[in-house]
């Protein structure tokens, strides 16, 4: 018989009644150390003072009164968004799929208002992910997501990771513009070289196309940058955002250049829940939070010193894990073993982390973990990687 849950996930049989900075506590009260921060969303860890209060504050004045009246919340935050980010102007979403769907209705709007409306196709890369709607499993292009949803959506077309010829050779005259995540995230924490990067850029304005980056899970401070194509010294065009943004209240952005932009004019677009008083309060709070002097660099520190302990660590435990990737505070573990052995030993030992394609786990803890947290972290791994190690060769003496 179906659950009153449409059983769409495979969910772990473990719940948690509530969460206190980087933990999340049962109602049994055991603490787990949240490395997952629910897919890189709870940025600021769980039930950050300044959050609760900003949403609580709002709570009491004014929900929702949807885009036909000026919400001021939205103005600053955009404004906000404008000062610290390449972009001009925003608009704001409920998910990363929908900042992604902004992203490319504006990218084939701005060359249907150029007078070329046959380019409306994105390249996208192996491995990527942009999403569940139509249009985003279509772009990401992985057979799991869309197999027995129909016809792929027209106006995708993907190359293999890295590989620039193959790039250069998918553009033609029918392209809008390139798609990609700096690090692809759901792909395995799979970073782009920052030199790569450059080259799209020159690649797209060579060919009068646009860069449109998904900085949904690399946003907002993961990397230790506000952004991560920061690290690359590039700017994208439009770029998605969403994840972290809210702290863990659902938001995304898209933000973009004014030429970009400039087809989406009144009525080209629009969203009922999008950019609400409450998600804007929220977002405001985490932005009051990152943005505060130091607060990056102090998550690039954090980042390198849980990387050298991670690096130790792989080496210790080569049979287990082949390396370490990532930036900032977004590192993965491929593994020798299935990944899913490793985050289930994780689990049992309280430690929460996330599986992701390449036979890799993520460490995605919230921004504002201290060094015991990452001491917390690193011995646990070390211990789940013996106890994994012990099991196996008991399996191989018992054959
Ligand atoms: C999570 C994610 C999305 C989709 O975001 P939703 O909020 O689940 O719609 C898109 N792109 C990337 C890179 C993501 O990590």
Known sequence: MITPILPTYGRADLEFESGEGPFLITPAGDRYLDFGAGIAVAS????????????????????????????????RLAERLVAATFADTVFFTNSGAEALECSIKMARKFHAVNGAPERDELITFE???????????????????????????PGFVQVPMG??????????????????????????????????????????????????????????????????????????????SAKGLGGGFPVGACLATEDAAKGMTAGTHGSTFGGNPLAMAVANGVLD??????????????????????????????????????????????????????????????LLTVGAGDNVVRLLPPLIIDDIHIDQAIDTIAEACGALRAAKAQKEAAK
């Open 44 to 75: 600021l860890g769980h039930a950050h003072p300044h959050l609760v209060e900003a949403l609580e504050t709002q709570a009491k004045k004014l929900w929702h009164t949807s885009n036909l009246y000026r919400i001021p919340g939205q103005e």
């Open 127 to 153: 491995g990527a992910f942009h999403g569940r709607t139509l249009a985003t499993i279509s772009a990401g292009g992985q057979e799991k997501y869309l197999e027995g949803f129909g016809r792929r959506m």
């Open 163 to 240: 590989d620039l010829k193959a790039l250069k050779e998918a553009i033609g005259p029918n392209t809008a513009g390139v798609l990609l995540e700096p690090i692809e995230g759901e792909g395995g924490i799979r970073p782009w070289e920052l030199t790569a990067l450059q080259s799209i850029r020159n690649l797209c304005d060579d060919a009068g196309i646009l860069l449109v980056l998904d900085e949904v899970q690399t946003g907002v401070g993961r990397t230790g940058k506000l952004y991560a194509h920061e690290l690359a010294g590039v700017t994208p065009d439009i770029m998605a």
């Open 289 to 350: 939070v990152v943005l505060e002097e130091g607060f990056l660099e102090a998550v690039q520190q954090k980042g390198l010193k849980l990387k050298q302990k991670l690096a130790m660590l792989a080496d210790e435990n080569s049979d287990i894990i082949e390396t370490v990737r990532g930036e900032g505070l977004m590192l993965g573990l491929k593994c020798k073993i299935p990944n899913t052995e490793l985050v289930g030993a994780l689990v049992e030992r309280k």
